[in-house]
T-cell receptor
Framework: DAGVIQSPRHEVTEMGQEVTLRCKPI?????LFWYRQTMMRGLELLIY????????DSGMPEDRFSAKMPNASFSTLKIQPSEPRDSAVYFC?????????????FGPGTRLTVL | SQQGEEDPQALSIQEGENATMNCSYK?????LQWYRQNSGRGLVHLIL?????REKHSGRLRVTLDTSKKSSSLLITASRAADTASYFC???????????????FGQGTTLQVKP
């Protein structure tokens, strides 16, 4: 298995532009998580899905952020409009309820820079 | 909220020395996990210890868990320069009697091993 796949790996955009981050979880995993990591705030859980359904989006900073999971193999995190304070590394992770230990597998991350 | 807190925040040692990192948490858990993050990469699962276990070993890693003190420690023996990374503890978030599927990550300990 290729592991969790994220694209793009790097994104540089200007303030006000729409940004879409993509994630392909490990096949067969039924949980998908979106995290944001910054030096100041550490690793923050933004939203997570179970069987494609959003379970907890309390970590989503504001209405500019939205996430979807149209099927078991694809999820997007969208920021519209983007702001400089959104600059961070965004990680996607997946896990399986077959693994009762909740071990999460992380993607390589998308480094977002908003100018 | 349930939040893992690592101690120390940063640790610098010489190659060959042992490195000890501590983690505290606030609520009941089923298990506690340790993850490693190399610079610019996603987190990678290292080891898991269940709430009914007190100590676990994996290669040069030794994890202890004290549920009465709500704390855990990660010991890396005979450290190598390649162990330089950030280390995070994570606890499963128990919602009532059910497993929520998500993990609560601490802020991490940054370990530097000097050759």
């Amino acid at each position: 298995d290729a592991g969790v796949i994220q694209s793009p790996r790097h994104e540089v955009t200007e303030m006000g532009q729409e940004v879409t981050l993509r994630c392909k979880p490990i096949s067969g995993h039924d949980y998908l998580f979106w995290y944001r990591q910054t030096m100041m705030r550490g690793l923050e859980l933004l939203i997570y899905f179970n069987n494609n359904v959003p379970i907890d989006d309390s970590g989503m900073p504001e209405d500019r952020f939205s996430a979807k999971m149209p099927n078991a193999s694809f999820s997007t995190l969208k920021i519209q409009p983007s702001e400089p304070r959104d600059s961070a590394v965004y990680f996607c992770a997946s896990s399986s309820t077959r693994h009762l230990d909740n071990e999460q597998f992380f993607g390589p991350g998308t480094r977002l820079t908003v100018l | 909220s349930q939040q893992g807190e690592e101690d120390p925040q940063a640790l610098s040692i010489q190659e060959g020395e042992n490195a000890t990192m501590n983690c505290s948490y606030k609520t009941s858990i089923n298990n506690l996990q340790w993850y490693r993050q190399n610079s610019g990469r996603g987190l990678v699962h290292l080891i898991l210890i269940r709430s009914n276990e007190r100590e676990k070993h994996s290669g040069r890693l030794r994890v202890t868990l004290d549920t009465s003190k709500k704390s855990s420690s990660l010991l890396i023996t005979a450290s190598r320069a390649a162990d330089t990374a950030s280390y995070f503890c994570a606890t499963d978030a128990i919602g009532g009697s059910s497993n929520t599927g998500k993990l609560i990550f601490g802020q991490g300990t940054t370990l530097q091993v000097k050759p």
